[in-house]
């Protein structure tokens, strides 16, 4: 399995062509535990109201590139506010 790192790399690279199961484990781990499994979306709890607000989706065993984006910008919000990136 590829490291968190290295997903990172390919998301910024190419949003549309990361695997849903990647993008959980990225979202785990920078968010804890989706909040809401239930349906078809998963939403992870971000330590700010609004946006970029965390919710993504399983779309055939691969994520939407919007939804790829809004997490990447989560990411980077959180790595600002919190003045260290988490691998």
């Given at each position: 399995m590829p490291l968190l790192t290295d997903i990172i790399q390919s998301m910024r690279n190419n949003p549309s062509g990361v695997r849903f199961a990647e993008l959980c484990k990225v979202c785990d781990h920078y968010f804890g535990?989706?909040?809401q499994t239930s349906g078809s979306?998963?939403?992870y709890k971000t330590p700010w109201t609004g946006d970029p607000r965390v919710n993504i989706q399983n779309d055939r065993g691969s994520?939407?590139?919007y939804q790829v984006r809004q997490v990447l910008k989560a990411i980077e919000r959180m790595e600002i506010e919190h003045g260290s990136e988490k691998k």
């Open positions: 535990e989706a909040r979306h998963r939403v994520s939407k590139a």
